[in-house]
């Protein structure tokens, strides 16, 4: 199976793949409540007491009233906070309604940020929404600007060399984030014209010690964004040979302006907010800058569709699990393609640089092999990424169910799962499988092996779970809709390609690695993983 070529939008429109021999399992309970089950269980407190006498009642009454004050005076906590339900876009319009970008990927709480905003509406306004559970919401306002001038700015700028698509717009303000707390935001531009557009943000945190670090993609979100006409996979002709070599954050993005941390980020953040889990924030570009954030962490996540990585962020993770951090990564094909940053006007790290198969036109090839942009497997300097994630990506595309088959594995516990039971359309629409005769860490266990057809040839794509001498779990799922699973059965995004909401439920559950992962070096608290490879294969 060859590499892919470029994806629709939340794959919208990609050909059905095989369905499998066993038809999905139903769990016992309704998705519904398993999932309420899978979040409260962490949240519920033991209500039940004992009814003071008569000779107490004083007693009892004085130490309720004073508990009463006491917790009148405590903070309270971000989860618990209300929520604002109308965080969502109602009317993107044409594409030059109101577009914008920021001049940063991510900042520290308390630090500004700038945006820059084109509009064909004579003003608009700014609203920042923290992404989390909030009772359902799913975000909470935490900011809202004074009405700006509206003003349609400058054309793109077009590098010849590279196709590079950028900007140099003037500012339109700057924001501050004094008060906001760490997390992932969504700021919805709103223009008095009635249409809308998202801005991402990431405000990071300056420490990960004893937390889930949650690490966003965003070169991932910047090889895909085809705003002016380019991106790493197409030029304005649709054409592959017409790609960028480099694409610039000097821009907005294009569709919603957020849509791959909707579909493939969104819902992880949710979960691991509405699980109560201690959680940190960064990118996965500070982790190249700073890989200091990673010291102390229990574990990171890597979400959906994390493909582009430069070998300092896979340095930099790698030597975290060595140091008994548990990684996870949700998505499939991640850490497929090697890249590297350059500087912008705006700041560093502002350009992503990726040759693919023109790696020779790369000004480092010849020079600095181990530095030139292709995939990380190829020539010339092949190093595959599933020395670090255990699998390793196949194809592209597919749609097939995942199909179970070590039931009585630690992730599965509470599902109610039977070796054979299958979810239908949770396999898509790339896929990766533990591969012999790759660089493949062991002992590795596969808890799942579904097969499915791509691109007219059988394969199998595998989750699987192995551990290594620090105590560091690593699970991957294989596929890259585990993400996107999570809303199944929901109205979010429309019909996830009509995974339903049994589908929902279970990856919510099977989800409970977040739990296992933030309590500590998996390998040490979890039974050591049985190496089943040969035994699956033969």
């Known amino acids: 199976m060859s590499a892919k070529g470029r994806r629709g939008k939340s794959e919208d429109g990609e050909s059905g793949g095989q369905s499998g021999p066993n038809r999905r399992v139903v769990l016992g309970a309704a998705a519904a409540g398993v999932v309420g089950a899978v979040a409260g269980g962490f949240v519920l407190a033991d209500h039940s007491g004992s009814h003071g006498t008569d000779d107490t009642a ?60 084109s509009t064909t509406s004579t ?4 609203h920042a929404f923290r992404v989390g559970w909030y009772g359902g919401a799913q975000a909470r306002r935490v900011w809202t600007s004074t009405t700006q001038p509206g003003s349609v700015q400058d054309d793109p700028l077009f590098d010849d060399d590279t196709r590079r698509v950028y900007t140099k717009w003037t500012k339109s303000l700057t924001v501050s984030t004094e008060g906001w707390p760490e997390g992932a935001y969504l700021l919805r531009l709103d223009a008095a014209n009635g249409h809308q557009r998202y801005v991402p943000m990431i405000v990071r ?59 493939y980020e969104r819902a992880a953040v949710v979960l691991a907010e ?100 292709t995939d990380f497997r190829a ?28 039931a009585d594995h630690w992730l599965y516990a509470g599902t109610g799962v039977k070796n054979g039971d299958s979810f239908d359309h949770l396999v898509g629409v790339e896929y990766d499988r533990v591969t012999p005769g790759e660089p493949t860490p062991r002992p590795i266990e596969k808890i799942a092996h579904s097969p499915l057809v791509c ?20 699970f991957a799922s294989g596929t890259m809709r585990r993400v996107e699973g999570l809303m199944a059965g929901g109205s979010e995004d429309g019909s996830d390609h009509q995974m339903d909401a049994a589908t929902g439920a279970f990856v919510t559950q099977t989800t409970n690695l977040m739990r296992a992962f933030a309590a500590g070096p998996a390998g040490r608290m979890r039974p050591t993983p049985n190496d089943n490879v040969e035994e699956v294969y033969a």
């Open 58 to 117: 004083g007693q009892v009454a004085s130490e309720s009233s004073a508990k009463a004050a006491a917790d009148q005076a405590k903070p309270v906590a971000e989860e618990d906070l209300p929520g604002d339900a109308d965080w969502r876009i109602t009317s993107a319009g044409q594409p030059d309604a109101i577009v914008g970008y920021a001049g940063q990927f991510s900042v520290l709480p308390g630090q500004d940020f700038d945006l820059y905003v």
């Open 379 to 406: 020539d010339p300097a092949p190093d595959p990424e599933s020395s670090m994630t255990g699998v390793l990506y196949e194809g592209y595309p597919t749609d097939a169910p995942y199909v179970v088959i070590n």
């Open 274 to 373: 509405r699980l109560r889990l201690p959680v940190a924030y960064t990118t996965g570009i500070d982790v190249h800058t700073d890989p200091s954030v990673l010291d102390g962490a229990t574990a990171i996540f890597s979400l959906g569709h994390d493909e582009y990585w430069t070998p300092e962020q896979r340095k930099s993770v790698t030597a975290a699990r060595d140091a008994g951090t548990n990684l996870a990564f949700l998505g499939a094909n991640t850490c497929f393609r090697r890249i590297r940053f350059e500087s912008s006007d705006l700041g560093t790290s502002r350009n992503v640089v990726c040759y693919k198969t023109a790696y020779d036109e790369d000004p480092l090839y010849g020079s600095d092999d181990a530095l030139v942009t």
């Open 205 to 263: 945190s300056a420490s990960a010690q004893g937390k889930v670090l949650l690490m966003h993609a965003v070169a991932t979100w910047q090889a895909y964004n085809l705003w002016g006409g380019y991106d790493l996979y197409q030029g304005m002709d649709g054409s592959y040979d017409s790609r960028s070599y480099v694409v610039s954050l000097d821009r907005p993005y294009d569709d919603v302006g957020a849509e791959k941390f909707m579909v």
């Open 455 to 474: 691109n007219g040839q059988a394969s199998h794509s595998d989750s699987a779970y192995y551990t290594v001498p620090s105590g560091a779990g690593v």
């Open 123 to 126: 003003s608009y306004q700014v």
